[in-house]
């Protein structure tokens, strides 16, 4: 695994570690909520990133067979 994939999981892995750690608080920090939301959105989208278009995929196949 490259080293972008592993910082993206580990992006995931704190945001969501920080967004339930400030949810289950009983006074909830609102500022804490959002930065792990945030860095979970960051690491998620990094990952997303490198998955390619399921559509894209298939018109290509359709355009190799028409030929």
Known sequence: MNLSK????FLIAIGGLV???AQAQED???????????I???GV????????SKSNEEDSTDNNQES
């Open 6 to 9: 592993t910082i993206s999981y």
């Open 19 to 21: 967004a339930v750690y």
């Open 28 to 38: 909830q920090n609102q500022m804490i909520l959002i930065g792990g939301i945030v």
């Open 40 to 42: 979970l959105m960051i």
């Open 45 to 52: 989208y990094r990952v997303s990133r490198g998955i390619p």
